[in-house]
């Protein structure tokens, strides 16, 4: 599958500690299978937005740090929910993505075409 597209107009919305409602361990394969895509396929996106328990997968220990460091490589924003990573006690714990605030968030959804929400 190779799509070479960049769809600067589409935002990524991730608001698990993985993807689906599943065991974690399930959940953090398909979001880091997901991720892994998007790069190997440079299906990039105007950003990629965290907030509640997704800030937790740009945090020390997240089993996707690498494929985000691939993307953020690639100048795809990572916003990261300030108020999130406070309310989890994550807040020196980041290891990739600009950390903002609710305003970033709208921001980068309202500038979008498309949103999608993991």
């Not at 991720?35 to 945090?59: H, Q, R, S, W």
């Not at 929910?81 to 980068?108: P, R, Y």
């Amino acid at each position: 599958m190779s799509y070479n597209h960049i769809q600067k107009s589409t935002v990524i919305l991730i608001t698990h500690d993985g993807m689906g409602k599943a065991d974690t361990d399930l959940q953090h394969k398909l979001v880091s299978k997901y991720l892994e895509m998007l790069v190997e396929n440079d299906l990039l996106p105007g950003a990629i937005c965290f907030y509640t328990e997704g800030v937790k997968l740009v945090c020390e220990g997240s089993p996707v740090l690498e494929q985000l460091r691939k993307l953020d490589a690639k100048n795809v924003p990572l916003i990261v929910c300030q108020t999130c990573l406070n309310h989890f006690g994550l807040t020196d714990k980041v290891q990739v993505g600009i950390v903002g605030g609710m305003g970033d968030i709208i921001e980068a959804q309202w500038r979008a075409d498309k949103v999608i929400t993991l």
